[in-house]
């Protein structure tokens, strides 16, 4: 019995070692239960002499050579014995790690033809995840160039209330503005900065009035996800500015993070839009 354990706990730390199959391991497991009972049952009629191999009732247990036989077997059984309390204790001191490996899934690519752009990676390309966004700034639609700052601040307040949503992993403001700059097509420029959506906009001053243009891109191929429209009076800027933003964050974080198609109504204020996502 303690041989076999023995054999087993050597096999358990050599096998693997060696490249071994785990059928291996089952294989040499199920022959030490087939023969157990056979070994048990021979060890019960036989016993091993000086003379050789004989049968229990043959044996003269007060001789000499036996009892000497019986001291050294004795002294084997004793061995095995603590040998099988080293290996326990040591198997609890320094149990066996249980390494778990980060691996990110790669694929490759498809090629994507028709209205959905094409997409041409190379093989073994990161997967982005699918809750990651990239905020570009804001185009200023308007002749004054003044406007140019509220665009640029539009952008980034997005940005911030995009960031403390939980779930929805968000670029940096230095990376995707430098992103933006840097390229026209801001699609081409995502790969990269591996995400899954970029948000783009613009926005217009007319007759006292602001209108915000946002729109939600799928970065692998371009498709529009979502796009909406909304129009404030300019008196009141920065609260103009915390409305817009809140609404635009409440759509996308709905679009990305709950599914939600453009056409479906969320049921909530775009001004309590940042209540629903609290850091």
């Known amino acids: 019995m303690v041989t076999s354990w023995l054999i087993l ?78 290996v326990v204790g040591l198997d609890r001191l320094f149990p066996e790690p249980h390494w778990q490996l980060a691996t990110t899934p790669c694929v490759e690519s498809p090629e994507l033809n028709g209205s959905e752009g094409a997409l041409s990676e190379s093989k073994g390309l990161a997967l982005p995840p699918g809750q990651s966004i990239a905020v570009f700034p804001f185009v200023n639609r308007s002749d004054d160039a003044g406007n140019e700052h509220f665009s640029s601040s539009m952008a980034e307040q997005v940005l911030n209330l995009l960031s403390q949503v939980p779930g929805l992993q968000v670029t940096s403001r230095s990376s995707a503005f430098a992103s933006a700059e840097q390229l026209a097509d801001p699609v081409a420029f995502t790969r990269p900065l591996n995400v899954a959506s970029i948000l783009e906009g613009s926005v217009q001053h007319d007759a006292g009035q602001i209108r915000v243009t946002a729109q939600l891109i799928d970065a692998g191929s371009g498709r529009l996800l979502w796009s909406e429209t909304y129009d404030r009076p300019e008196g009141h800027i920065f609260l103009a500015q915390d409305e817009l933003a809140a609404a635009i964050v409440d759509r996308v974080a709905a679009v990305l993070l709950v599914g939600l198609l453009p056409s479906e109504e969320i049921g909530v204020d775009p001004a309590d839009a940042v209540a629903m996502h609290p850091p």
């Open 9 to 86: 706990q050597a096999a358990d730390l050599l096998f693997p070692a060696l490249s071994i199959q785990d059928w291996a391991f089952q294989l040499l497991l199920g022959l030490l239960l087939l023969f157990f009972l056979p070994a048990l049952i021979f060890s019960w009629v036989y016993e091993m002499t000086p003379e050789g191999l004989k049968r229990e009732k043959d044996v003269d247990h007060d001789s000499a050579e036996m009892i000497a036989s019986g001291i050294k077997i004795n002294k084997v059984i004793a061995v095995l014995l603590a040998l099988a309390i080293v």
